[in-house]
């Protein structure tokens, strides 16, 4: 187990290191700093100074030692904007998407896996059709849309809740709900598919014949077995909801990274673009192995 | 009537298929007692699990019905009984082993927690749970019982794994034992040793023993009574020497007209002729596995060589080299005076015409979209020089007609044949390309003994008519015998004798052929006795 987690931690390691690359030379890609940041008729001299202060005569390669040495000690650069450093103003908004994403998760896996689990249980009778039907109309729900509608139906038209903002519990209702559905319904119908294989599968017959009762079979012995695709797809929600889920975020005034990435980029405060990228995928790369030890817990076929 | 502890009368089980009322069962009674052995002989779809599974309560319904018949355990009436009380019945008192272990056991949890879950479902205190796991995984044979209860059962062999599963059987010493096929997928040292165990320990606890076998040796080796079954009915009933020795259903006699090993042997047509195959000195690895050992034969034209093994002694491996499906590290294969093994792709595309391969399951080798007509033509569209396409037609036609398929078979699906209908498509497929040589892997081991016989005969036929040599990998012997002229034995990676078949099987010379040929169970009560003897001086292969 211990060797397995330090493979795992490994391979991420070597992934991130080339994100790292991409991002640094990408950034560069897209012209001179010293014309984005500064207005078009700053004079020369301004510029080279600029220029100067910031590194940017070095070779790149000088310029890339910078950076990672930099990203060594948490140093992304000011946040040209805000007048910080930018790693500052990242780690504020993370928390709140961090937040969000569990919430919501802990939700979609809970709701998920309990009806999906009876759904299979009852394959073809009406709560399965109706399930089927409520799932495939939430996997195909545009989030965008959704989310304004709510906001006009519950916080304009009812008051029910507030339309934006994050106060109070009840600001978190509807970003919640609107982020809950498309999740929900590609869950659901993953886990109803994959309970429905493990349900009828020969060692669910054993535990019949064992004398076993029927909600054991269910929660016990086909469950276990059922979840190894049900994680593989919750980890690539989950990994989408942490990059932001920039659309509602934004829609709801919510204060996470998905909302600051959009204005960053907006205002072209690289610094600040850069952490959050940085941060994200460290946070899906920290992920996506919790993903893959939990493969291994799960199923001992793939620990040793 | 309510004498017996097993009791099933006039039972009657459909299934709906899709608009369908299918009859699996029909009208079927017996029973069984304490401390006997009852085998329900039958081939696929013959209704024998489906029997077995009512008593189990492991029917699906739907779609099956119980339309009629009862069941009793011990005068009770299992099938008006709540689904409480049956629960309590199944497993402790009733238990049921099955064909499959490594499918049959759940393969996330570690193997004692499974056995132990047995009893304590049935109220057993977990901690005694344990402890009688672990004595029952030593019953069975497990070595080092405490810490094998925590791994999982992937880490164990076929053979183990269904010694684990008779051991959760046990839990509660139950009156009845069902054993589902529980030797079909082992290799046959490994089958006399589970059958060995069963044997024991039914003397030992007293229980009736239910065997569900398409398998006569199995039937002859281990059944007191037999009943067979045919089409969802019992064609036949009476103790096993009586039904082998007298059958009177012309169904039974069909069946055991049909069990191989009972012809001659073929006897040396081959002349000295130089060899059309030289198979030498291949080795391969598998990271620190040895797979094959300097593995050399050689084939002549029209002749069969069998290369027998148990799982694991490289045949298969063998067979892919010679395909150049796998290439091994070093050695040759000799065709036409060249070695195969180092052609590039365009003389391999070319030498695929000349060897063909019949792979064990018709059911997947064969591409469930295709017609047959498309299945038998896609070599022709492959291999461009060998038919113009207006003749392919015709061709597929006549190719049906060799392999005893109807014209009209052409235009349907590999899902609408049976099992050994599926595989003589697959042979019509490998003689488009009019090969040289067939490689048969495990051709007819998952076909039905009477199929068996027919696509046996029908390989022969071919043999004779078109003069085609094979390399017949098997693992069942008396198959071999009837149809081999030479044969081939691999252990481990490693051949261990080689010679006619009547050399092979009349003066076994290696102390592992000996074993195979004595763990191979003939399809005669009498012969129990005699083999039983011949095993105790055998030394039997480890499993």
């Known amino acids: 187990m211990g060797s397995f987690v330090l493979k795992r931690s490994l391979y991420s390691i070597i992934s991130l290191v080339g994100l790292l690359v991409l991002v640094f030379f990408l950034s560069r890609l897209t012209g001179d700093p010293a014309a984005l940041y500064l207005p078009v008729d700053a004079p020369a001299s301004v510029r080279e100074a600029f220029r100067e202060a910031r590194g940017l005569n070095d070779p790149l390669i000088v310029q890339f030692g910078d950076f ?21 103003v990242v780690l504020e908004a993370f928390p709140w998407t961090l937040c969000l994403a569990a919430i919501t998760m ?65 600001h978190w209702i509807l970003p919640v709900a609107v982020l809950f559905i498309r999740p929900f319904g590609l869950i659901l119908q993953v886990v109803r598919g994959s309970m429905i294989t493990a349900l009828s599968s020969a060692y669910v017959k054993t535990a019949r014949a064992k004398g076993v009762r029927q909600r054991a079979i269910t929660f016990v012995h086909a469950l276990r077995n059922a979840m190894l695709p049900v994680i593989t797809v919750a980890g690539d929600q989950a990994a989408g909801l942490l990059n932001g889920a920039v659309v509602v975020e934004s829609v709801f005034g919510f204060p996470g990274i998905g909302k600051l990435m959009i204005d960053s980029i907006l205002q072209r405060d690289f610094a600040v673009v850069l952490a959050a990228i940085m941060i994200t995928s460290l946070a899906i790369f920290i992920m996506n192995l919790l993903i893959d030890l939990a493969y291994a817990l799960l199923d001992p076929r793939i620990r040793y | 009537m309510s004498d017996h502890v097993l009791q099933v009368s006039n039972l009657s089980v459909e299934f709906d298929t899709g608009g ?232 039974t006699q069909k069946l055991i007209g049909a069990v191989p090993g009972q012809g001659g042997i073929r006897t040396g047509k081959i002349g000295e002729e130089a060899p059309i195959l030289k198979v030498e000195k291949l080795n391969k690895h598998f990271g620190e596995y040895h797979v094959l050992r300097d593995v050399s034969f050689d084939l002549k034209a029209g002749e069969t060589v069998a290369v027998v093994g148990e799982s694991g002694s490289g045949k298969s491996t063998t067979a892919r080299a010679i395909l150049r499906l796998d290439d091994p590290d070093n050695g040759q294969v000799i065709y036409n005076g060249r070695d195969l093994l180092a052609m590039n792709e365009k003389e391999v595309f070319k030498l695929r015409r000349d060897i063909q391969m019949i792979f064990q399951d018709p059911t997947q080798s064969l591409n469930p979209r295709m017609p047959v007509y498309k299945i038998i033509s896609e070599a022709w569209s492959i291999h461009r020089d060998i038919l113009p396409k207006d003749r392919w037609r015709e061709r597929v036609l006549e190719l049906l007609d060799l392999v005893g398929l ?19 498509i697959a042979i019509a497929r490998a003689l488009a390309v009019e090969p ?49 002229d030479r044969v081939v034995v691999m252990k481990d990676g490693i051949i261990v004798e080689s010679g006619d078949v009547e050399q092979i099987f009349e003066r076994p010379a290696h102390p592992y052929t000996q074993a195979l040929l004595a763990a191979s169970l003939e399809p005669d009560p009498d012969a129990r006795d005699a083999w039983r003897a011949a095993q105790a001086t055998v030394q039997p292969s480890v499993q």
Request: charged letters at 20%.
């Open chain 1, 68 to 88: 990672v040495w930099n990203l060594l000690h948490f140093d992304f650069g000011e946040s040209l904007r805000r007048q910080r450093p930018a790693f500052d």
């Open chain 1, 106 to 170: 802990s939700l979609v896996l809970l709701g998920a896996v309990v009806l999906g689990s009876l759904a299979a249980m009852n394959v073809g009778k009406s709560f399965d059709r109706i399930s089927s039907v409520i799932s495939l109309a939430a996997a195909s729900a545009p989030d965008f849309w959704v989310a304004l509608m709510a906001i006009f139906l519950f916080a304009v038209a009812l008051g029910w809740v507030p339309t934006s903002g994050t106060g109070t519990p009840w």
């Open chain 2, 20 to 251: 369908r009322r299918v009859k699996a069962v029909r009208d079927v009674s017996f029973h069984l007692d304490r401390g006997e052995t009852l085998a329900i002989l039958g081939e696929s779809g013959s209704g024998k699990s489906v029997s077995a599974s009512a008593v189990m309560n492991l029917i699906d319904c739907p779609p099956g019905h119980i339309t009629s018949g009862a069941i009793t355990y011990r005068g009770r009436d299992l099938l008006n009984m709540s689904e409480a009380e049956r629960r309590e019945i199944n497993g402790r008192k009733i238990a049921m082993i099955f064909q499959d272990p490594l499918a049959h056991l759940n393969p996330v949890y570690p193997v004692g927690w499974q056995i132990a879950e047995a009893m304590r479902v049935h109220g057993m205190p977990a901690d005694q749970a344990n402890r009688r796991a672990v004595e029952l995984m030593e019953r069975v044979g497990i070595n080092n019982p405490q810490k094998r209860a925590k791994a999982y059962p992937h880490q164990f062999s076929g053979g183990q794994r269904q010694r684990l599963m008779i051991a959760m059987a046990l839990g509660y010493d139950p009156d009845v034992l069902i054993a589902d096929e529980p030797t079909s997928a082992l290799d046959v040292t490994v089958q006399a040793q589970i059958l060995k165990l069963l044997q024991q320990l039914r003397d030992e606890t007293g229980m009736g023993l239910l065997m569900i076998t398409h398998d006569l040796g199995v039937v002859a080796e281990m059944a007191d009574r037999v009943i067979v079954m045919n089409s969802g009915q019992v064609v036949e009933a009476g103790t096993t020497r009586d039904v082998f020795k007298s059958p009177k259903h012309p169904y």
């Open chain 2, 406 to 424: 109807k014209p009209e078979h052409a235009d349907r699906y590999p899902h609408q044949f049976s099992g050994g209908q599926r595989q003589r």
């Open chain 2, 436 to 484: 040289r040589i067939i490689i048969c892997d495990e051709a007819v081991s998952a076909l039905d003994v009477s199929v068996q016989a027919q696509v046996i005969k029908l390989l022969d036929s071919l043999r004779t008519r078109l003069g085609v040599a094979y390399i017949f990998i098997a693992h069942d012997l008396p198959v071999v015998r009837d149809f081999a």
